[in-house]
């Protein structure tokens, strides 16, 4: 696969090279990301050893940085804190999910030791952490001290605004606020060298692509949106083949060949519903669209412009479609519209639901 990019790459810079008008729109681009690239890898490390991997501090880290973040204009902020993003931040602060000290005291010890042996005990990001300490002991002074984990005293913080959290003496939300600063400098050092070249760079390539190959090819990633087209069709798999349409019959079936055990259980509704339902009634399929991380809930339209699917996952061999497209093994998943129908009709009973969206009786 990567052999294949590297040709595809050469072959694309080739006829941007040939042709001279392109070669001065486009020529910099290249360089300008291995630039960008080169200036990063030394750095690397830094922003590697700053993530903590612990959801105590990840709490303690947002509360920090959302308090400041707010009251900037949109243009000044952090990403993930535009206004767009605050509901769905909100909700995950103050999400009242379980957390366990013992497991965030090992993640946050194991976290800050990575950091003292990538970066040295003189780096600024260290020494401020430990202050002298070993990470096993700041990490258990820290969570065993805060009172994160209470919902309610998170709440308390962010409503309190920036004279809260600068008050406050909850041994966590102090780590964060001495870590903050370095952080900020990593990320605006990143996105003045790095992301800010790479962006323009990319917006480049994007053009460039478009000159040489036209509506030929499907967009290089730019976020935008865009129609796949493939077709609804099994694959080879572990020695056998993959069917490209499931029903309710393997969904039953399924259940069944594992005692009906978690995970393979299958909810009361269901269960009890099963003699309701037309079990060779299409459930799942698989189509050779080119979809990755982020395309679930697309629609999956046929030949007609009719509504036949949504997709919600991939097979295991798509995980490669964020850098190549392999037509002989990649398969979206897709639920069919027969199965909503079928349950949502006989399972649920919702007819003013089916009316609504234009489902025939």
């Not at 090819?217 to 129609?227: A, I, K, N």
């Amino acid at each position: 696969m990567i052999a294949k990019k590297r040709m595809e790459e050469q072959e694309f810079k080739a006829k941007i090279d040939g042709n001279p008008e392109w070669k001065k729109e486009f020529g910099s681009a290249w360089t300008s990301i291995e630039e960008a690239n080169q200036r990063y890898i030394p750095r690397a490390k830094y922003r590697i050893a700053y993530r903590l991997y612990s959801h105590l501090d990840e709490i303690a880290k947002n509360i920090v940085e959302y308090v400041a973040e707010v009251n900037k204009p949109a243009g000044e902020r952090l990403p993930g804190f535009q206004e767009a993003e605050l509901q769905t931040l909100r909700y995950q602060l103050f999400s009242p999910a379980p957390l366990y000290p013992e497991f965030e005291e090992v993640g946050l010890a194991a976290s800050l030791k990575f950091a003292l042996d990538k970066l040295g005990a003189d780096a600024p990001f260290v020494r401020t952490a430990l202050s002298g300490r070993t990470p096993e002991q700041v990490a258990a002074e820290v969570v065993s001290g805060t009172r994160l984990a209470d919902p309610a005293f998170r709440k308390q913080l962010i409503e309190g605004g920036s004279p809260a959290v600068d008050a406050s003496q909850d041994p966590l939300i102090v780590f964060e606020r001495r870590l903050d600063p370095i952080r900020r400098e990593e990320i605006a050092w990143y996105r003045n060298n790095v992301e800010a070249i790479t962006e323009r760079a990319g917006e480049q390539l994007g053009r460039a692509r478009f000159a040489v190959y036209g509506k030929a090819t499907y967009p290089d990633g730019t976020f935008t949106l865009r129609v796949s087209y493939g077709q609804v069709k099994g694959y080879s798999m572990n020695g056998t083949i993959a069917p490209p349409v499931t029903t309710f019959y393997g969904l039953y079936d399924r259940s069944e060949s594992f005692g009906k055990k978690p995970p393979f259980n299958l909810v009361e509704r269901f269960e009890v519903g099963k003699n309701k339902l037309i079990l060779a009634t299409p459930f799942d399929f698989v189509s050779s669209n080119d979809v990755i991380g982020g395309n679930s809930g697309s629609p999956v339209i046929n030949r007609e412009g009719e509504l036949v699917g949504l997709i919600f996952d991939g097979n295991i061999e798509s995980l490669a479609g964020d850098l190549v497209y392999d037509g002989r093994t990649n398969r979206a998943v897709s639920v069919h519209t027969a199965a909503m129908t079928e349950a949502l009709r006989k399972l649920y009973d919702v007819p003013p639901l089916l009316k609504e969206i234009g489902v025939a009786e």
